[in-house]
């Protein structure tokens, strides 16, 4: 059936590093979306991808869209402590929104 | 907050038990979601509401059912209860339904199966 898979499972950073999480499908994405869960909190849209080998910026957030609506990228530049999280990405397959298993950023400061 | 809203926060319960979840969505919003996260599962898209009318299914079990009423909040039915339907139950709802839409989640609802 349909997966995307998300890696790494865990990144633990110090703060001011750049943190990266990765998704992949082996089918084609009608789209991306990206969340951000807090402990204890629900998952907060931050951002769709739909055009192939699109890129989008929110302040130190950039994410990636690859070429062949695959995979994509969340990259985070000098990570704050406010980033702690889990970040999932949801890929879109017809009606139905898939999440990968989700990447949990702790930054120690 | 995302302005949609859930009940109850916390459930306990007994496994053969049945439960009832409530989900509000967003004013304006027409369409409801379903979803499941547990540790070992991740976050499972459940099923889908447009309008009152089931749009799209997920890996939702035969023991679970949901429905939209016509003043738009939805209903989640858990029954004959398991020990591994321990989970938070998320409801995110988004303006049409449509494949670009932004979902917005609700706080989610605990379920403990005792």
């Known amino acids: 059936g349909q997966q995307v898979m998300q890696i790494p499972q865990y990144q633990h950073v110090q703060e001011g590093e750049d943190f990266t999480t990765y998704c992949n499908s082996s089918?084609?994405?009608?789209?991306i979306q990206w969340y951000k869960q807090r402990p204890g909190g629900h998952p907060v849209f931050l951002i769709q991808?739909?055009?192939?080998?699109e890129v989008k910026k929110q302040k130190r957030l950039t994410f990636q869209f690859g070429e062949a609506k695959k995979n994509s990228s969340l990259h985070i530049t000098a990570t704050q402590t406010t980033d702690v999280g889990t970040y999932f990405c949801?890929?879109?397959?017809?009606?139905?929104?898939?999440f990968g298993a989700g990447t949990i950023l702790r930054v120690k400061s | 907050d995302s302005g949609v809203t859930q009940t109850p926060k916390h459930l306990i319960t007994a496994t053969g038990q049945r439960v009832t979840l409530r989900c509000s969505p967003r004013?304006?919003?027409?369409?409801v979601y379903w979803y499941q996260q547990s540790l070992d599962q991740g976050l499972q898209f459940l099923i889908q509401y447009y309008n009152g009318e089931e749009r799209a299914k997920g890996n939702i079990l035969e023991r679970f059912s949901a429905q939209q009423f016509p003043d738009l909040h939805s209903e989640l039915n858990l029954s004959s209860l398991e020990l591994g339907d321990s989970a938070l139950y998320f409801c995110?709802?988004?303006?049409?339904?449509?494949?670009?839409?932004?979902?917005?989640f609700g706080p989610g609802t605990r379920l403990t199966v005792l």
């Open positions: 004013s304006g919003d027409l369409s």
């Open positions: 949801a890929g879109q397959y017809g009606n139905k929104l898939v």
């Open positions: 995110a709802s988004s303006a049409s339904g449509s494949r670009t839409d932004t979902q917005y």
């Open positions: 991808l739909v055009k192939s080998g």
């Open positions: 089918t084609t994405l009608s789209n």
